[in-house]
């Protein structure tokens, strides 16, 4: 058709097919969802159990404490749930049929806008949880929701290339985490340092510097992972 | 020619561990324990370095698909980890002697961390691959998502979180800084740890408030120090250090009207200590990093030969 301008519009319709084709099947079976909302909501009703007062409280460390678990909950909801989008195109023998038919670019950017979309659902969930079993109060909402859209954004284009390495190991689930840990690890806890800032209202000026770094360590790793991804998926 | 230079090495490195002991002299604030800095600090470094070889062999790997390159990125990761847990076991002792605990998610100690948890993921994904090709190529690009979250340890969270080991006492409790409040006309003395503070005068210039205290050492000598307060700032001016000790005296807090103010104190642990200010120690450490790094070398292109080696034998027989 056009071929002063290739690929990218067909390549971002081929990117959303493949993002209905996931949205579809996680519709039908909810392994994604049903793992990520029962992990969030264990996490949260075994940590309230005993801390839930603690968003009311006046103890100095109580925020730090607050913000930690919320992003614990998160990470692990998030490794247990993501951890099967590459590995069940293995599973399914679809892997063949959607190499050949979609360029790799679309198939990273589909499975990454589905993610994306979980984690926005599981971040919204958590923090409900959080606010409403554990009194938690969030001075600043607009910083929150935005450290956690960058944060999210960065945890999710990370978990998206791990998750296309683990399906080609033979392990399989087993590494995923180990694997994610420390790549996330700088991006956890900038992340918790600025979710303590927005928690405590200590004002938008003392969370830029952190903002900053996540939205570049985010950027970092997308870009790493369009230029990698090609790679994982041929092998 | 290797041999030479295995010989020379191993000599090299005889000669450096014996001037750490006997040359070298004692640091006069941290005694013979801040000789640890000369294998310490090497060995830190080289982790860095066999980090950067490993995600460059990895990168190349995935450009020419040479085995040679993959062995190399793999040999350069299992130095790297060797040298990251020398690196790891001469600071936990030093921290343990001079800030009192092996580990404190220092800045330096988080990194490194990482960077261990980076290599053993890196080992358990090649482990849990058996086709040779696969596993090269998945490993190769870990090592360089891995290598990419390495700027933001080393050069973004020393500079974003409080690090806790050089402690500033406005912002952190630590065990580190320990403290105690003294008020005009009120109690003037008082013991911090090992050492007995007497506040002598409180001068106001302007918004600074500058108070002289007399400090006791431990040793039973006495310094008269003069720690400032900016109470327009609302942070300190001059932290004084305390003279033959790892401390320094700041000003935490103040509260009251100038004439009845009530003074917050803190002595915390020093975040420079100024190890290698010293000649002798100085030309024994860039000895030993000489050392250290023919050390690595050599390794690293045995160890990368023998896994070629090895990859030959596999496809003869």
């Known amino acids: 058709m056009r071929s002063d301008k290739p690929a990218s519009p067909a390549l971002w319709t081929a990117a959303w097919a493949v993002a209905r084709k996931d949205v579809r099947i996680e519709l039908r079976t909810r392994y ?13 009703v075994m940590v309230s159990f005993r801390l839930g007062p603690l968003g009311v409280s006046r103890d100095a460390r109580a925020v730090s404490t607050l913000a930690v678990l919320l992003w614990v909950a998160i990470f692990f909801a998030a490794m247990n749930g993501l951890s099967r989008t590459f590995v069940r195109e293995e599973e399914t023998r679809t892997v063949a049929l959607l190499r050949l038919s979609t360029p790799p670019l679309a198939v990273y950017l589909g499975k990454l806008l589905v993610n994306l979309g979980l984690l926005a659902l599981l971040e919204t969930l958590v923090t409900l949880l959080f606010v409403a079993l554990m009194n938690v109060r969030i001075a600043q909402p607009g910083l929150f929701a935005l450290t956690l859209s960058v944060g999210g954004f960065g945890l999710a284009g990370a978990t998206t290339i791990i998750a296309a390495v683990v399906a080609k190991a033979d392990g399989r689930n087993a590494l995923f985490t180990i694997l994610a840990f420390p790549l996330l690890l ?6 918790v340092e600025v979710t303590e800032i927005a ?15 996540l939205a570049a360590y985010a950027l970092a790793q997308t870009v790493a992972s369009l230029l990698l991804f090609e790679l994982t998926w041929e092998s | 020619m290797t041999s030479a230079l295995k010989l020379s090495t191993g000599l090299w490195l005889a000669v450096v561990t014996a001037a750490m002991f006997l040359w070298v002299p004692a640091h006069e604030g941290l005694g013979n324990v801040g000789r640890i800095v000369i294998v310490h600090v090497p060995t830190g470094w080289l982790t860095s370095v066999a980090f950067l070889v490993s995600a460059i062999y990895s990168a190349l790997y995935l450009r020419r698909g040479r085995a040679v390159d993959d062995a190399k990125a793999l040999a350069a990761a299992e130095l ?17 002697v001079v800030w009192g605990t092996f580990w404190n998610w220092d800045p330096r100690e988080t990194a490194i961390a990482v960077l261990m948890l980076i290599y053993a993921a890196y080992f358990a994904l090649r482990s849990s691959i ?25 050069f973004v969270i020393p500079r974003i979180t409080d690090s806790t080991l050089h402690p500033n006492c406005a912002i952190l409790n630590t065990p580190n800084c320990e403290g105690l409040t003294l008020a005009e006309g009120g109690r003037v003395i008082g013991q911090v740890s090992d050492f007995r503070l007497e506040l002598k005068a409180v001068e106001q210039v302007g918004s600074i408030t500058v108070t002289t ?6 040793d039973g000598t006495f310094a008269t120090l003069r720690p400032s307060f900016d109470s327009a700032t609302g942070r300190p001016v001059a932290i004084e250090r305390v003279p033959d000790s790892l401390r320094e005296l700041q000003i935490k807090q103040l509260s009251g009207a100038p004439g009845s103010q009530t003074i917050e104190l803190a002595l915390a642990n020093v975040g420079n200590v100024g190890l290698l200010t010293e000649s002798r ?12 790094s023919a050390l690595f070398v050599w390794l690293w292109s045995l160890r990368a030969g023998l896994l070629s080696m090895h990859e030959e034998l596999q496809a003869v027989g």
Request: proline share 3%; hydrophobic share 60%.
């Open chain 2, 281 to 292: 120690t100085l030309i024994t450490f860039f000895a030993s990093l000489l050392g250290f």
């Open chain 1, 186 to 191: 700088p991006l956890l806890i900038i992340a």
């Open chain 1, 199 to 213: 928690l405590a209202g200590t004002g938008w000026s003392n969370a830029l510097g952190g903002l900053r770094v």
């Open chain 2, 130 to 154: 058996e086709d040779v090709t696969r596993q090269r190529r998945l490993g190769a690009i870990y090592a360089l998502l891995a290598f990419i979250t390495v700027p933001f340890l080393i």
């Open chain 2, 80 to 96: 790297g980890l060797i040298f990251s847990v020398l690196a790891t076991v001469t600071g936990a002792i030093f921290a343990r």
């Open chain 1, 32 to 44: 994604a969802l049903n793992a990520m909302v029962l992990f969030a909501v264990t996490t949260a």
């Open chain 2, 213 to 218: 205290v007399e400090v006791r050492n431990p």
